[in-house]
């Protein structure tokens, strides 16, 4: 099931104004509550070496917690005026003109 941007941050915008959440979506306060969720997903890999060592249940709340961290990147990105794809299109082609060097 392919859903497109416009679609989705309407009906997550939707769901905040709903509950009057607006207040509390200002671009610091998205931040922090991303940091969060971003947290838990860091969780999951807690005392695990690979992700092939988690359990169909595991990765199944690790998927949630995903969800939980693009809603907030969609909701700053909204703010901002920008999709999700433009700006990772924008940054992969600032990407592909670096070059790092990693000593192992």
């Known amino acids: ?10 009906d997550l915008k939707a769901f905040r104004d709903q509950r009057g ?3 509390y979506h200002t671009l610091p ?3 922090r509550a991303m940091m969060v969720e ?3 997903v ?3 890999f807690l005392w695990h070496q690979d992700h092939d060592q988690l359990t169909d249940k595991q990765v199944e709340g690790l998927k949630l917690e995903l969800a939980d961290v693009l809603t907030y ?3 700053m990105c909204d703010q ?3 999709t999700p794809n433009d700006l990772v299109q924008q940054k992969l082609a600032i990407n592909q003109q670096r070059h790092w060097k ?3």
């Open 38 to 40: 971003s947290a838990e």
């Open 102 to 104: 990693f000593d192992r």
């Open 29 to 31: 306060e998205l931040a």
């Open 80 to 82: 901002l005026d920008v």
């Open 42 to 44: 860091n969780e999951y």
């Open 21 to 23: 959440w607006q207040k």
């Open 73 to 75: 990147l969609y909701y």
């Open 1 to 10: 099931m392919a859903t497109d941007y416009s679609e989705t941050i309407k």
